[in-house]
């Protein structure tokens, strides 16, 4: 079965050591078929904090798709900022800002959100628009659709108040065409899940949305140092969610859909 992990917001530069030793065990033992990093790679966007963090990646030995969060754009930095804002995360990390993995079962198109300008608040563009279309449209509905971003499309269930990624509203309903699955994001340091639908009312599908907490830094907020596991079992998929218990990362939720038609069912 294909599995993917989903960890985001390393903020390198704030890790705790051990919560970073214990995911790397537990994904050599869960040995995913891909690795999703949702960005925020680093605190400060500085060079050793992206040498660590590419230190850090390649202890992975699985496949990896990345996208760039806000805190790998500097913020103090003014001529790196508007001049080459990501010319450190295109040299450490990858130089690939609309990464995509093939997988005979699964499609994840990564697109990048973070900006020069409104530093904290991410945005889609109208070419990123069009080319998640390029992507998802042609595929078969049997294809388990994923898309990637570092900011969110849907608030926590519990704080409307977060600002979600520009021009969201736009690319939901290019997902909703195109009958992606699975939206994952980061950037708020909060796991959870839900149902696109529940925010985005207009749409006709289901859309799964999984927001990943950070995965090791020690910046969390009231919730533990977690990630996201997504197994595949069609015509269901399993949302599960891994947290730091003080020891070892362990399942915390798991949840199952079942695809039935255009609709993710949730199941049990
Ligand atoms: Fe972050
Ligand atoms: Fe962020």
Redesign the pocket.
């Known amino acids: 079965m294909p599995i993917i992990a989903h960890i985001s ?1 390393l903020h390198f530069n704030t890790q705790d050591n051990r919560v970073a030793a214990g995911l790397l065990k537990d994904l050599l033992q869960i040995q995913p078929t891909l690795v999703v990093n949702s ?2 790679l680093t605190q400060r966007a500085r060079r050793n904090q992206f040498i660590a963090a590419r230190a850090y990646l390649d202890q992975i030995p699985f496949p990896q798709l990345t996208v760039p ?3 790998d754009i500097p913020f103090y930095d003014f001529a790196t900022r508007f001049l080459a804002p990501l010319s450190r995360y295109k040299r450490y990390i990858t130089p690939d800002l609309s990464p995509r993995f093939d997988h005979e079962q699964f499609v994840v198109l990564g697109v990048n959100t ?1 900006r020069s300008a409104t530093w ?1 608040n ?1 945005r889609i563009s109208l070419e990123q628009i069009k080319s998640i279309q390029d992507t998802f449209c042609p595929l078969p509905i049997t294809q388990f659709k994923v898309l990637v971003t ?2 969110p499309f849907v608030p926590p269930p519990d704080d409307p108040t977060p600002a979600l990624v520009g021009r969201g509203k736009l690319a939901i309903d290019v997902l909703d065409t195109c009958g992606a699955d699975l939206l994952l994001a ?4 909060r796991h959870y899940s839900a149902d696109a639908k529940t925010h985005h009312v207009g749409i006709k599908r289901t859309i799964l949305v999984a927001q990943a907490g950070t995965a090791i830094s020690r910046r969390i907020r009231n919730e533990p140092n977690a990630y996201n596991l997504i197994t595949l079992i069609p015509p269901e998929v399993e949302l599960q969610v891994r947290a730091w218990t003080g020891t070892a990362f362990e399942p915390i939720t798991s949840t199952r859909y079942m695809k039935i038609e255009n609709h993710w069912q949730k199941q049990g």
């Open positions: 917001d960005g925020d969060g806000n805190h973070a904290k991410g570092h900011h980061g950037h708020l340091h």
